[in-house]
């Protein structure tokens, strides 16, 4: 008889999967979501540079530094008061610099010059070299007299009982070499006087050179004492200093990366 014909079995399609409408706006609705408020965010900066396309940009208003929004009182830990002491039969008042009145700033509103000098040099150069090498090996070279066992009883007797070896190697070198300058004056507003007499001072400038704006803001907490008779002090003397020099414009626009980009550099893990 002829051999019979091999039954094929047909294929099962895996069924598809029908989604529904509902289901659908629940998938892209977080994804709409998300883009909605990546557009947003970067919608208000970028109409803002569009207005500002064929013109400078604009100064900021000269305005009250403790009404702005981020305007906080500062704080710090303060000695008790000591009543202001003057010597007998004289004129001369202690801490003074000028006989008839001391022009230097001394309450609030006083204006005087922070004499930003700043000249920071770091270099550091370290190299590291590590190495080690250890060898193990252990046998029996008798194990009960299996020199008298036939051949099949040594094949089976272990001859070496451990045999490891093992290398390591490190290296590092890291260096830093730093330098950083910076020069210049600003005049600095007084907007506190702490209760042992020290000055909050906070001072801005804005310079427009084209189409760029340089901004040095300049802010801390300075003695009396160390406020020279010029009425200017060094910006080493200045506590708590806050300095920040930077800029905006057409050239720090072409410095940054895009807001895509940054996105990117937060989010992706590699």
Request: proline share 8%; net charge positive.
């Amino acid at each position: 008889m002829p051999p019979c014909p091999a039954r094929t079995r047909p294929r099962r399609e895996a069924p598809l999967v029908k989604v529904t409408p509902m289901q659908r706006q629940s998938v892209l609705r977080p994804i709409l979501l998300a883009s909605t408020m990546l557009t947003l965010l970067s919608g208000c900066s970028a109409i803002d540079r569009l207005k500002d396309i064929g013109s400078p940009p604009a100064l900021a208003a000269v305005d009250n530094p403790t009404a702005r929004p981020g305007y906080k009182p500062v704080q710090m830990p303060m000695p008790a008061a000591q009543p202001a002491s003057y010597n007998p039969n004289s004129l001369w008042r202690n801490g003074s610099r000028a006989f008839f009145k001391d022009q230097r700033a001394h309450q609030i509103g006083d204006i005087l010059t922070v004499s930003v000098n700043i000249t920071d040099k770091a270099i550091i150069d370290n190299e590291t070299k590590r190495s080690r090498s250890n060898t193990e090996d252990s046998g029996v070279s008798d194990f009960i007299g299996s020199k008298t066992i036939v051949n099949p009883a040594k094949a089976i007797l272990p001859g070496r009982i451990l045999t490891a070896d093992a290398t390591a190697a490190s290296e590092g070198k890291g260096s830093v070499n730093r330098s950083e300058a910076l020069q210049t004056n600003v005049a600095a507003v007084v907007t506190q006087v702490l209760p042992n007499g020290n000055l909050v001072v906070e001072g801005k400038q804005e310079i427009r050179v084209n189409f760029e704006i340089r901004e040095l803001i300049v802010a801390g907490i300075v003695r009396p004492e160390d406020i020279q008779s010029d009425n200017t002090i060094d910006s080493s003397k200045i506590a708590q200093a806050r300095i920040a020099y930077g800029g905006r414009g057409q050239i720090t626009d072409v410095q940054q990366p895009r807001y895509g980009q940054q996105v990117l550099d937060v989010i992706l893990p590699f």
